[in-house]
C-alpha cells in the first residue's frame, strides 16, 4: 500500500498483519513503530535520521538499513532481500522482532500509571512538575 497523504501511521502499524516498517527513521516514526513492537527496514534521508538509523540497527537491533539517502541506488534484489530478512523466519529476524516487542513492552511501562505502578516517564513528569510548582 502507498498513501501519497497523511496517513494513520499508529493505526496502521498497530495492525496485526503489519510485520516491518519502511521508515526514515525520523524519530518520531521510530517511536510510533516500535511503540507497536515493529522492527524497522530503515531508510534515512537527512539530518539525525542516519545516525537514528545506525543506533536502531547496531545498538537496539530492531532496524536494517536498506538504503541511504535521497539518491540511493535501491535495485529489487536487495530490498526483497531486506525484506525477506526482517519478515521470514530467519535468526536475525526472529531476534529483530523479540527485540522490538521488548523496546514496545518497554514503552508501555515507561507511560504507565497504575495503582501501586507509575513508569519512569509518568514519575519524572511529576517530579518535574512538583519542583516546578516548588520554586
Known amino acids: 500500500m502507498v498513501v501519497h497523504d497523511w496517513a494513520p501511521q499508529v493505526e496502521i502499524l498497530s495492525h496485526f498483519a503489519?510485520?516491518?516498517f519502511l521508515s526514515h527513521c525520523g524519530?518520531?516514526?521510530?517511536?510510533e513503530s516500535l511503540s507497536q513492537g515493529?522492527?524497522?527496514l530503515g531508510w534515512p534521508m537527512a539530518a539525525e535520521q542516519f545516525y537514528n538509523?545506525?543506533?536502531?540497527?547496531?545498538?537496539?537491533?530492531?532496524c536494517v538499513e536498506v538504503a541511504r539517502g535521497k539518491s540511493s541506488e535501491v535495485k529489487?534484489?536487495?530490498i526483497v532481500a531486506k525484506i525477506e530478512?526482517?519478515?521470514?523466519?530467519?535468526?536475525?529476524?526472529?531476534?529483530?522482532?523479540?527485540?522490538?516487542?521488548d523496546v514496545r513492552d518497554m514503552i508501555r511501562d515507561a507511560v504507565k500509571d497504575e495503582?501501586?505502578?507509575?513508569?519512569?516517564?509518568?514519575?519524572?513528569?511529576?517530579e518535574f512538575l512538583?519542583?516546578?510548582?516548588?520554586?
Open 18 to 20: 503489519v510485520s516491518a
Open 76 to 78: 529489487y534484489e536487495d
Open 38 to 40: 515493529v522492527p524497522i
Open 27 to 31: 524519530w518520531n516514526s521510530v517511536l
Open 53 to 62: 538509523c545506525k543506533l536502531l540497527e547496531e545498538e537496539v537491533g530492531v
Open 130 to 135: 512538583s519542583a516546578a510548582f516548588e520554586s
Open 85 to 101: 530478512l526482517v519478515m521470514d523466519e530467519t535468526e536475525k529476524g526472529v531476534a529483530m522482532g523479540k527485540k522490538a516487542g
Open 115 to 126: 495503582d501501586g505502578f507509575k513508569g519512569s516517564s509518568v514519575r519524572a513528569m511529576d
